[in-house]
Nanobody, 113 residues
Framework: QVQLVESGGGLVQSGGSLRLSCAAS????????MGWYRQAPGKQRELVAL???????NYPDSVKGRFTISRDNAKNTVYLQLNTLKPEDTAVYYC???????WGQGTLVTVSS
């Protein structure tokens, strides 16, 4: 089973940007849909972006226009560009296939006001 390692999180001021990466231990070419999720303290994990093998994307209204998901099948990596960050975007961010496989450790994004 493909293992996923997220990176790129950190502390950023409100309005700032970050680029998250999700490196897979194996090929993601055969995985039809990949997604980025986040889990804030005391809240349930939520899907914030998904991308199909063909490159179609979808986002909830809370991040639409600010977050951009992309995938590089040759590098077995999925990215999430976070722009115009808000304090409410503070969370641990995870990537996973959809349907979900094994979860990675996630990467923490902290947005200060």
């Amino acid at each position: 089973q493909v293992q996923l390692v997220e990176s790129g999180g950190g502390l950023v001021q409100s309005g700032g940007s970050l680029r998250l990466s999700c490196a897979a231990s194996g090929s993601i070419f055969s995985i039809s849909v990949m997604g980025w999720y986040r889990q804030a303290p005391g809240k349930q994990r939520e899907l914030v972006a998904l991308i199909t093998r063909s490159g179609s994307t979808n986002y909830p209204d809370s991040v639409k226009g600010r977050f951009t998901i992309s995938r590089d099948n040759a590098k077995n990596t999925v990215y999430l560009q976070l722009n115009t960050l808000k304090p409410e975007d503070t969370a641990v961010y995870y990537c996973n296939s959809i349907p979900n496989g094994v979860w990675g450790q996630g990467t923490l994004v902290t947005v200060s006001s």
